[in-house]
């Protein structure tokens, strides 16, 4: 025995930690309080403290108002221990005889940590008036060594804390010792407690107290086949003690056993001392059974660890869904942003190409670019007046993703006010923080300020740096090709320059590059002048690269776009942060921890160790003789 259960002792005490710990990473969650479950007051207040190296009994006297359990309580004590009430309500407090030298190598405050321990120095404490739970305790050399007896509050009292204090017994107890009378063995809250007991498959000695000897020997059987059979309890031992005020005082009570059940040529005149019986209690037996029937109610799938974990998996599962629903790619994806301007793009991509140059290459293009503006100011001048003034590209585009903006922080607001209508207990709290009006009003005004101040076209110029970069960086070849290709370029530009402007195709020349550039997605030769900025680069270039033109226009509109792609995703970005910094605070980093909690290294520990546990139960099962009631 002593094998399994430091065997048991091991598991249940890893099973302790790692709930702890899953209780602690949980606590998104809003799970309810452990010491609020059954269960884990099982395991706190009965497990942790009695599954040590050497074990022990706790056997507890319990029962209803007013039916002689301290008078019991006394005769098991051999003195009287307990002050005897007449009136009702009487123990309002636990008290427990303990053997000598029983506190040398046990802590009472481990195995009933929910009292507050007061050693025994006078019995009348016991029924005296306080919140407080105490618990008086007394050695006792009349007790055997491995055994602890209490004597316990009223389980039907009218006082709610009473029910408390009972229940804590109970939970701590191997061995309750029933004392039932005609009046209270079909009492509705006496039968309510027996039946947690029963629950939990407690060691049960039933004792009729207050019987009108012989005549209700016909009648006991019927009193205890009904308690029997609504509680789920199978009595180790019953005992009948007789209405005797005189005896009960001097501790002198006969108590004479009954076999369970009804044996009908047992002895019923020989009488019998409780103690001595119940420290001769098959001792190994009651205490693997009480620990099979604490496991079972610890994994329980109603009411145990594993009902908790189900609440887990289903709280957490409110945070995969509201995750999966606020997702990023939803709520700021770049199907409704605003492309960044061609023409502007197309610019600083020149721009980033002139810097590239060096030398005699880089002097002419400068040259006749210049010549080029100038030449072309004047048409500039009188397009602008016969149109008007031209707002800047870059105002148009921030115009643009304004209202992207303002589309997307309006899909974020239906998405949280549909998840707030949905009854989402779990996550309300947060939503009806986020949906504050005043809070809606001042992230639309941040936002705005923080768009109004954005230097936007910074913002493109840093993005066409960085994709030219990752052009060179990943295709060398064809970066050398239009180095190549700008070097041709500005050999021939001086020429081509004054043949073009000759035939009438100066100015309007370099408006149909401009607007070849415009479109982007040309062929190769319109996309190689716009890239190595070479307005003459486009008379000349269809002879120079016609081999393998479809591939290399086919690459660079893929590199065009993806440096529109890389724009959006930069400003989407931005919104994000935004977002995250005026709005989401901690909330969406705290909706992918509480969604990934079943999936986390403490909740999977907790499953295997309960594996485990129901494992040790099925051992427990072939070691213990007699099956509770329930069976």
Same mark, same amino acid.
């Given at each position: ?11 249940? +005490? ?6 702890? $710990? *899953?209780? +602690?990473?949980?606590?998104? *969650? ?11 007051? $099982? ?57 000598? #030298? ?49 004597? $316990? ?41 027996? @039946? ?114 189900n609440d887990i998996r289903r709280r957490s599962g409110v945070y995969q869904s509201a995750t999966a629903h606020l997702g990023d790619d939803q709520l700021a994806g770049s199907d409704h942003w605003p492309p960044a301007p061609n023409g502007l793009v ?12 060096? #030398? ?19 048409? @500039? ?9 031209? !707002? ?8 643009? =993703?304004?209202?992207?903006?303002? !589309? $997307? ?57 960085? =994709? ?40 309007? #020349? ?11 997605? #040309? ?33 660079? =509109?893929? +590199? ?10 930069? +400003? ?16 969406? !980093? ?42």
């Amino acid at each position: 025995m002593n094998e399994l259960f430091q065997e048991s002792s091991a598991v249940v +005490r890893q099973l302790s930690d790692a709930i702890q $710990t *899953l209780d +602690r990473s949980a606590s998104l *969650l809003k799970l309810p309080e452990l010491r609020s479950l059954e269960w884990h007051e $099982t395991l706190r207040q009965k497990l942790l403290p009695q599954l040590g190296e050497q074990s022990f009994l706790v056997a507890a006297v319990v029962g209803g108002t007013n039916i002689g359990k301290s008078v019991i309580f006394n005769h098991l004590a051999r003195f009287s221990a307990s002050e005897v009430c007449p009136l009702a309500s009487g123990t309002k407090h636990a008290t427990c005889l303990v053997p000598p #030298g029983f506190t040398e190598d046990f802590s009472l405050s481990e195995i009933f940590s929910d009292f507050r321990l007061e050693e025994w120095s006078d019995a009348s404490k016991a029924v005296m008036e306080s919140e407080e739970h105490y618990l008086f305790w007394k050695q006792s050399d009349q007790t055997p060594e491995n055994l602890l007896i209490l004597d $316990t509050p009223d389980v039907d009292s009218d006082a709610p804390v009473n029910w408390d204090r009972a229940d804590m017994i109970r939970r701590s107890a191997d061995v309750l010792i029933a004392v039932l009378t005609q009046q209270k063995y079909n009492d509705a809250a006496v039968k309510k407690f027996f @039946r947690k007991a029963g629950a939990e498959d407690k060691a049960i000695l039933v004792v009729f107290n207050q019987c009108d000897l012989p005549d209700d020997e016909e009648y006991w059987p019927l009193w205890l086949e009904k308690f029997c059979s609504e509680t789920d309890i199978l009595p180790e031992y019953v005992y009948l003690a007789p209405r005797d005020k005189q005896a009960a005082a001097e501790n002198r009570l006969p108590f004479y056993p009954r076999s369970w059940p009804v044996d009908p040529n047992q002895d019923k005149e020989q009488a019998h001392s409780l103690m001595q019986d119940l420290s001769q209690l098959h001792f190994a037996d009651i205490k693997l059974r009480s620990l099979r029937g604490s496991l079972r109610s610890l994994l329980d799938q109603e009411f145990g660890i594993p009902a908790w974990l189900n609440d887990i998996r289903r709280r957490s599962g409110v945070y995969q869904s509201a995750t999966a629903h606020l997702g990023d790619d939803q709520l700021a994806g770049s199907d409704h942003w605003p492309p960044a301007p061609n023409g502007l793009v197309v610019d600083l991509i020149r721009e980033w190409w002139r810097e590239q140059r060096e #030398g005699w290459s880089r002097s002419v293009h400068d040259f006749y670019n210049a010549v080029g503006k100038g030449v072309m100011w004047p048409y @500039r001048k009188a397009r602008e007046s016969l149109s008007g003034p031209q !707002e800047l590209p870059i105002e148009l585009y921030r115009q643009k =993703e304004w209202s992207a903006i303002l !589309e $997307t922080v309006k899909r974020v607001f239906d998405r949280l006010e549909f998840m707030s209508e949905t009854d989402n207990k779990v996550l309300s709290e947060r939503l009806k923080s986020l949906l504050d009006g005043k809070s809606r009003s001042d992230l639309f005004r941040l936002l705005e300020n923080a768009h109004t101040a954005l230097d936007l076209e910074q913002e493109l110029k840093e993005t066409v740096a960085s =994709e030219m970069h990752r052009f060179q960086e990943q295709s060398p070849n064809s970066y050398q090709f239009f180095k190549r290709i700008d070097q041709i370029s500005a050999a021939v530009r001086p020429a081509t320059s004054v043949a073009l402007f000759m035939v009438g195709f100066g100015p309007a #020349g370099d408006a149909a590059a401009q607007a070849m550039a415009h479109s982007a997605f #040309g062929s190769v030769v319109h996309v190689a002048g716009d890239v190595v900025g070479g307005t003459a680069a486009a008379a000349v270039g269809e002879t120079a690269v016609s081999s393998g033109a479809s591939s290399l226009s086919a690459n660079l =509109e893929a +590199r065009f776009r993806a440096l529109h792609a890389a724009f959006v995703a930069r +400003r989407v970005t931005w919104l994000l942060e935004q977002l995250q910094e005026h709005l989401w605070g901690s909330f969406l !980093e705290d909706l992918q921890t509480g969604a990934g909690i079943c999936q986390s290294e403490e909740f999977l520990d907790v499953e295997e160790l309960v594996r485990k546990l129901q494992r040790t139960i099925e051992t427990l099962e072939e070691h213990t003789s007699r099956p509770s009631a329930a069976e």
